[in-house]
């Protein structure tokens, strides 16, 4: 069981940049496959980013460039860095988590992913 917690979401204006933290509790962290997904108002929840426990990061193409994952496997965290914000990034940003027996495979459904952060919220104003 892992319990995940987001922070570091706020008002930025555009082009500006923000850091968000995903704290994990439980065993095994580095195990895990993390993501990083978004839910604007009135859409469906996309996804942003992936690391895998091996460290291989894949984005959306709508952040690609412009945000960054990371994960430190000692303080069981796992970061979104938010570079060039724009209006269009507002949303809800949730953290989740699973674990496969696949290193290597890329996890980009939500349905995939087996733990989920309460959110933090990101409003950009243009």
């Known amino acids: 069981q892992v319990q995940l917690v987001e922070s570091g979401g706020g008002l930025a204006q555009t082009g500006v940049s923000l850091r968000l933290s995903c704290a994990a509790s439980?065993?095994?962290?580095?195990?895990?496959?993390m993501g990083w997904f978004r839910q604007a108002p009135g859409k469906e929840r996309e996804f942003v980013a992936c690391?895998?426990?091996?460290?291989?990061?894949y984005y959306a193409d709508s952040v690609k460039g412009r945000f960054t994952i990371s994960r430190d496997n000692a303080k069981n965290t796992v970061y979104l860095q938010m570079n060039s914000l724009k209006p269009e990034d507002t949303a809800v940003y949730y953290c989740?988590?699973?674990?496969?027996?696949?290193?290597?495979?890329?996890?980009?459904?939500?349905?995939?992913?087996?733990?989920w952060g309460q959110g933090t919220q990101v409003t950009v104003s243009s």
């Open positions: 690391i895998l426990s091996g460290g291989t990061t």
């Open positions: 989740a988590a699973r674990t496969s027996p696949f290193p290597n495979v890329l996890y980009t459904k939500g349905n995939e992913y087996d733990y």
């Open positions: 439980g065993r095994a962290f580095s195990s895990y496959h």
